[in-house]
Structure formats: structure tokens, C-alpha cells
């Protein structure tokens, strides 16, 4: 690669970069004056600190480098007059004079100038120099068009262009511009053909070597690049428009995780085994072996409150599923029947069974239409809202427990089809992949994006899976404790950093995603805790079931507890300093 | 089938409709003199206006071969009105012939004044539109024969133009677009070759044509 030389010999020599030392030996001077005068290009070092080759406490960063970055950036800011003086003094200049010239040409729209700058300018690739004169040269020929200078252009691409020698397919397409203005667009429309300027130089700057011209906002963007990757390492990171300051790394606590009870729901006359936030996470669903579920809302201060209690199963309801609109919500019966309930009603709109057969899962087709169950004959069975049956799935699709999730796209179905596997149906391509563990699975969840799923096993881990492409195993989570129930975990907080999960110990578990690390084991029910659903619309808060008939709703460590009123069934919770 | 493939010299043919087929390889061809000739000897009848027309057709033909694609044009307008504005391709054909001619006398400015008004509405349209670019393709080069579109330049482009001018004016005339020996030539090449399959198989030479003219 040509341009100027990051090796620079460490010896006592005044610290000029390359291109002007090129520019001494071949008798053109300086363009700009350097540190200390003439005398000292003689064998004395630099003064004070500064000498140093690199900067930095690693040893990583070069000097040069360094100073031409941050001049490129003042420059950029607009303080010209600091840019001159930085290069002054530290003697490096941002770039050789003849890099210099050759922007101020550009931008001058001095082409020939330019071309022939090009050629001083210290490229020792040749395809470089031809690739960059071609490109001002054809801005030279569109230019010329777009000021109808036509026999002009031509001349150019004949003379200039072609001799090149390079790129004969874009010679092909420049000789069609010259035929009409719009030549393959819109047919009479003056059309102006040219890029700016300054956009040349941006896509020079690119072709060129970067040790020769400094692009643009490079300081930017290393910046940048160290503030996200602070924010990705921070493994509590749970709020959005945290503003990041340059002057300390960005370090979330653990505050930002939903730690304290704010509420206790009791409504539930038995075991709670299901619940899920709405996905506008304005209503939470919960469903409970006393074969009711309860639609609650939630108010805008995050108070929870019962608005429905929808009865009617003859069995414990094993888990619902909000309609992708929220409007209405399905509910399913072990091993029953499946309800389509109104939410802002509670009443009962319909019932779906198959006589003989139970269903045991059930889910909503994204676009609301449709409707899907699994069967306690392993069938999956897809049905209208009217109850008429569209499609049935047999063979071994699903289990006697199992769960049911469909992607947001609507192609891929997912269900228990084995004790250790899950399958992943895709409903197009009629191709069927599987995930496989080494363990029965007990329960699994989806991520939004669709991209992941999270799989809960026996022997109390939870296994996250990557199922874009090949269904890949990414990440394990353990320390919550199951030995005999189904534990449901899923995804959560602020772009779903986090995976929550219920424990037979009574307590909230809460991992970081990206790392695994377990964050928070949260106690506080008095019974195993089935399920947790963590709010999509708050990242700061969450809610858990448990066989204990309550249901908790945890936010931050530092809001106000709730107090409750006679009409929401919770309990006014006692916490001290709690403000 | 009447006759067995194997006995195919013992079909009958008749002598006026060899001289059919002769007459029309040379009317079709433009052979003024030796159509004249032919009648003369064999007595076949031809039509009235044949002479002439071969006449003009035989101008228009050698117009477009050497490259004078204005005048083929005019000829063409005059024998054979709107035949080329029925016929988009072929007068583009014409008109690239005209360019091309442009371009080898170095008249790059008429040559872009001509592409850009009368070749450049074709590019309206998506089937002109490789081709068009394969002629402005031309104007780039100083020395076109050089340009990778060199074939353009060449005899045999042109006499593939003016064979494709001849067949529409023989087809505007209700004239037959190929001449019967030409069809009779392929057709038999063809049945020929696919007689003999079974002997390519066990190892003899395939029909070929060229040796069955010199045999």
C-alpha cells in the first residue's frame, strides 16, 4: 500500500511523516511550517514529552496517527484555525501538500488538475491511481452533460476515459447517458447526472488508501465503536435512552432490574400455572388449576387490577394466548377444550373441541384469522374463528403437555412433538427441522424477533437456541431449581436482555442473556413459581405465578409500593423504605 | 408410405418443378440476367412484374450491404411503403447501419446528433435497449474497430441487415420470404441426419452435406 509510512525508525530525527519527508528529498517544500526552525531538522529530539512513538497505556497507539485523527476532527468541527495550529506544532502534518492540493482541486472541479496531482501524490499501486481517474474523469463527463456540453463529453470518454483502459462495462453505460438526459429512467425529465462534489470526494477518499487521506469522521467513529461495546458489557443495561457520557464507561447497576414486589394479586382460588402480559402489555392474562383465568389491567402508574374473571373450563386452564391485536385472548383446558374470550367484554365467544380428542395447546395465527391447538391425539390442528376446521397435522406433533408457539410471519409452527425434542414446522416449505436435548424438555418460549428459543429442561437448565438458518444451541442458564412441575422461563427487559425464569424454590430467577450470568434469585412467594411473564411495553416490570394462588408484580427497587383498594384483590404490601 | 426410403431414385420428379425451384433461388437472389436467361431456355413462366422488381430489390440489397443505409431506406419507402414502419426492428437495423457509417468516417458530431434523435426514441422501448447500447457503445472509441462492439462494423453484420430488408420485401409482396431450394436444402439435411442416427451409432460418418455436393 502506498502513501505515507506509519514505520517511522525510532531514532532522533525531527518526526516528519512520509509524504513529506518524499517531499524534501524531491525539492518541493513544505506547505506548512514545522516545529522549531530550521536547525533542529538536525539530529536533536523533539522537546519535553512527545517524543514518544506511541500513546496510550498499552502501547497501542501510534502517535502520528493519533495527532492526524484528532486534527482531521477539529478540522471537521469547523475550528480551522486549531487544525493549522495543531499541525504546527506537533509537526505531523493531517496530510501532504499534495493531498491537499489535490482535495482543494476536487472540490474546485480543477479535473485535469487533479488527474495529473494524482500521479504525484504517492501511490505506488497503479490500478489505484486508474480507478481514481477514472472516477474524476467521469464526473468531469457528467458534468459536462448535465451543462449540455455534449460533443465535450463525448471527447472526454473518448480521449480521457477509454485510454484508461478499465471498466469497459461502465464505458458501455457512460456512452448510453449521451444518447438522452434520462437514458433508462423516466423519459423527458431533466435530470441532473452529476454527483456533488464533495461526494467524489468521500468516494476517493474510500478508494484511496487511508494512511493518505484521513476519511472523514474516523475519530467518530472509533468513539463510537467504544461506547456501544461499553453499553453491550453492561449486563444490566435495561433502560432505554440511557444518555452515555464520554467521561466514564457506561456501568449500569442492578437497579435497573425489577427486584421488589410491588404488588400481591390474590384472586386465584388454586394454583397459578400460566400468565402473559398482552403485547401492548396494557392487560396481563393468568390462568389457574381452579379452571378460571383472570384478565387484569394495567393502569398507566403500573397499577394491576381484575377486569374480568373468565369462567367456563371444566378443567385447570393450562395456559392463554393474547390475539395479536389484544382484543381477544384464548384459554385452554388440559387436555379440554380451547375458549376464544372478548377482552374488553369477558364474555365467551366460542368454543372449539374435537369430539373424542383434548386439546391441549393453543395459539393464534398472526394475522388473527386463525386460529391453532395441539390434540391429545398428537395432531395439531389449525381452525377459523368460526370453529371450521382448516387444516390437522397428524403424526407425532405434539405431546399430552406441550406448548405451541407460531413466529410472527406465520411460516414456522413450533410444538413438543418428543420428549427431548421440539419441532419446528415450516408451514411453506413443508420442511420440518427439530431441536434435540439430551434431556425431557418441559416447556419453551420464543423470542419477539423470532429468532431464538428458550427451552426448559429437566434437569434444571435452560438451554437458549438460535433457529435462524440451523437451529444452533447459543447459551445455558442454571441455578433455578425443578424437580417435579412444569417451570416456564421467558425472554425480557430492554430488547430482550434477559431471561426470567419461576423455580420450585419460590423464587424469581433473572440471567443476563448475552453473558449468562445469573443476576437476581428472587424470593418472596411461598409456593413453587410456575411462570413469569416480563411486561413488552416496561422493561421494569414483570410478573410471576405461583402454586402459592398469588401472583406478584415486581418492579425497580425504588418505586412506590401499591396500595390496594377493595375492588383489585391485592394486598397493600408492607416494605420498608420503600418510597 | 409409398415408396421404400432405399428406393428414393426411383422416385419420379418433374421438370417443371425443378425449374421452379431454380427460378426461385435466383428471383430470390436478384439474378436479373440469368433469370432472363433461364426463362428463355427452359420456357418457365414467371410473373410480370418479376424483372423489375428484382430490379429494385437487387439496389436495395447492395445499398445496405455497403453500409448506404439512407438510401436503402428511400428505395425501401418507395417499393415497399410503411414496410418499416410495420417493421420497428428492421428500421432500427437500418438506422444503426447509417450510424455506423458515422462513426467509421469520424463524423463523431453527426453521429451523436443522429444517434441521439433518431436512435434514442427507440430506448423508450425495453427490447432496443441492449441493443442501442451496444451501438452508442461505438461513439467511445476513437478507433471503433478496436471497441469490443467491433462486430458491428463488420461485412457480415451488414449482409445479415440486408438479407433480413430483403425477406420483408418479399414477404410485403406476398413473395415467399426463403427461396424453396433453401428450404428444401434444410429440410432434407435434416431428415437425412436423422436417418442416419442408426449408423452414427455403429460408428459411420454423419450426414454431411458438403460431402454429399462433392460426391
Excluded at chain 1, 401492548?280 to 381484575?306: C, H, R, T
Aim: hydrophobic share 35%; charged share 25%; glycine share 8%.
Amino acid at each position: 500500500m502506498g502513501g505515507v509510512g506509519d514505520e517511522e525508525p525510532a531514532t532522533k530525527r525531527m518526526k516528519l511523516s512520509a509524504g513529506e519527508l518524499r517531499g524534501l528529498s524531491n525539492g518541493s517544500s513544505c506547505a506548512e511550517p514545522v516545529a522549531g526552525s530550521s536547525r533542529d531538522l538536525m539530529a536533536r529530539p523533539l522537546p519535553s514529552e512527545g517524543d514518544e512513538q506511541v500513546v496510550g497505556s498499552k502501547g497501542v497507539i501510534k502517535r502520528v496517527e493519533f495527532v492526524r485523527l484528532i486534527a482531521k476532527a477539529l478540522y471537521s468541527l469547523g475550528y480551522k484555525k486549531s487544525g493549522a495550529h495543531l499541525e504546527e506544532e506537533s509537526g505531523i502534518p493531517l496530510h501532504s501538500s499534495f493531498v491537499n492540493l489535490f482535495m482543494q482541486q476536487i472540490l474546485d472541479g480543477n479535473w485535469d488538475g487533479s488527474v495529473d496531482t494524482l500521479q504525484k501524490i504517492g501511490l505506488s499501486d497503479e490500478t489505484i491511481v486508474k480507478s481514481a481517474s477514472f472516477m474524476i474523469l467521469e464526473q468531469k463527463y457528467f458534468e459536462l452533460l448535465d451543462e449540455e456540453k455534449d460533443m465535450d463529453a463525448l471527447k472526454t470518454l473518448r480521449t480521457e476515459i477509454v485510454p484508461l483502459c478499465i471498466n469497459g462495462s461502465r464505458v458501455r453505460e457512460l456512452s448510453s447517458c449521451i444518447v438522452s438526459p434520462s437514458f433508462g429512467g423516466t423519459p423527458g425529465k431533466n435530470i441532473v447526472r452529476a454527483k456533488s462534489r464533495s461526494k467524489l470526494l468521500e468516494d476517493l477518499q474510500k478508494l484511496l488508501p487511508p494512511t493518505l487521506m484521513i476519511l472523514d469522521r474516523r475519530l467518530e467513529h472509533l468513539v463510537e465503536q467504544a461506547l456501544v461495546l461499553q453499553r453491550d458489557a453492561c449486563i444490566f443495561h435495561n433502560t432505554l435512552n440511557e444518555e452515555m457520557s464520554l467521561y466514564t464507561d457506561h456501568w449500569c447497576g442492578k437497579e435497573q432490574i425489577p427486584s421488589q414486589t410491588l404488588q400481591i394479586l390474590q384472586a386465584h382460588n388454586d394454583e397459578v400455572w400460566f400468565l402473559q402480559f398482552s403485547h401492548d402489555g396494557k392487560y396481563l392474562a393468568s390462568s389457574s388449576s381452579d379452571q378460571s383465568a383472570i384478565i387484569w389491567e394495567v393502569d398507566v402508574n403500573g397499577g394491576v387490577s381484575l377486569k374480568h374473571r373468565l369462567s367456563g373450563h371444566q378443567k385447570p386452564v393450562s395456559s392463554v394466548s393474547w390475539s395479536p391485536d389484544d382484543h381477544q385472548l384464548l384459554t385452554c383446558g388440559v387436555e379440554e377444550a380451547v375458549r376464544r374470550w372478548d377482552v374488553s367484554s369477558g364474555e365467551c365467544l366460542h368454543v372449539y373441541e374435537k369430539p373424542g380428542v383434548g386439546l391441549v395447546s393453543c395459539g393464534w395465527f398472526p394475522d388473527g384469522k386463525c386460529l391453532f391447538s395441539g390434540v391429545s391425539d398428537k395432531s395439531i390442528c389449525m381452525w377459523e374463528l368460526d370453529g371450521k376446521e382448516l387444516e390437522c397435522w397428524k403424526g407425532q406433533r405434539s405431546l399430552r403437555i406441550s406448548d405451541l408457539e407460531i413466529t410472527s410471519d406465520g411460516k414456522q409452527l413450533i410444538s413438543n412433538c418428543r420428549e427431548n425434542a421440539i419441532l419446528l414446522l415450516d408451514r411453506e416449505a413443508k420442511v420440518e427441522t427439530f431441536i434435540e436435548e439430551d434431556q425431557t424438555i418441559t416447556s419453551f418460549s420464543l423470542s419477539r424477533d423470532n429468532r431464538f428459543l428458550l427451552v426448559n429442561l429437566l434437569n434444571q437448565e435452560i438451554h437458549l437456541w438460535n433457529i435462524e438458518g440451523e437451529n444452533k444451541l447459543v447459551a445455558k442458564y442454571k441455578g433455578h431449581k425443578r424437580a417435579r412441575f412444569v417451570i416456564r422461563s421467558c425472554f425480557g427487559g430492554l430488547e430482550e436482555a434477559f431471561v426470567a425464569s419461576g423455580s420450585e424454590d419460590s423464587q424469581v430467577y433473572i440471567w443476563h442473556r448475552g453473558s449468562g450470568e445469573l443476576i437476581e434469585a428472587l424470593p418472596g412467594h411461598s409456593g413453587a413459581v410456575n411462570c413469569v411473564s416480563w411486561n413488552p411495553a416496561n422493561p421494569h416490570m414483570f410478573a410471576s405465578a405461583s402454586d402459592d394462588r398469588t401472583i406478584r408484580i415486581w418492579g425497580l427497587s425504588g418505586q412506590k409500593v401499591k396500595h390496594r383498594g377493595a375492588h383489585s384483590n391485592g394486598i397493600h404490601l408492607n416494605c420498608n423504605g420503600g418510597t | 408410405m409409398d415408396v421404400d426410403p432405399r428406393h428414393f431414385n426411383q422416385v419420379a420428379i418433374n421438370d417443371n418443378d425443378i425449374n421452379s425451384i431454380v427460378l426461385s433461388y435466383l428471383v430470390h437472389n436478384c439474378y436479373k440476367e440469368t433469370v432472363e436467361s433461364f426463362v428463355a431456355s427452359t420456357g418457365t413462366k414467371q410473373p410480370a412484374d418479376c424483372i423489375e422488381d428484382m430490379e429494385k430489390r437487387k439496389r436495395i440489397f447492395q445499398c445496405a450491404v455497403e453500409g448506404n443505409a439512407q438510401k436503402a431506406i428511400e428505395l425501401t419507402e418507395e417499393l415497399a411503403p410503411e414496410l418499416l414502419e410495420k417493421n420497428k426492428d428492421l428500421h432500427f437495423d437500418l438506422l444503426s447501419l447509417h450510424f455506423v457509417e458515422l462513426v467509421c468516417a469520424k463524423k463523431c458530431t453527426e453521429a451523436l446528433e443522429f444517434a441521439q434523435n433518431k436512435l434514442g426514441p427507440f430506448g423508450k422501448v425495453d427490447k432496443y435497449v441492449t441493443k442501442l447500447e451496444d451501438f452508442m457503445a461505438l461513439l467511445a472509441y476513437n478507433e471503433p474497430e478496436k471497441s469490443p462492439m467491433f462486430h458491428l462494423l463488420s461485412l457480415d453484420y451488414r449482409q445479415q441487415v440486408a438479407d433480413s430488408l430483403n425477406q420483408a420485401i418479399l414477404g410485403h409482396s406476398n413473395l415467399p420470404d426463403y427461396s424453396a431450394l433453401e428450404r428444401l436444402i434444410q429440410q432434407t439435411t435434416v431428415v437425412r441426419q436423422y436417418m442416419s442416427e442408426d449408423n452414427v451409432k455403429n460408428g459411420n460418418p454423419p450426414f454431411s452435406l458438403k460431402d454429399f455436393i462433392r460426391s
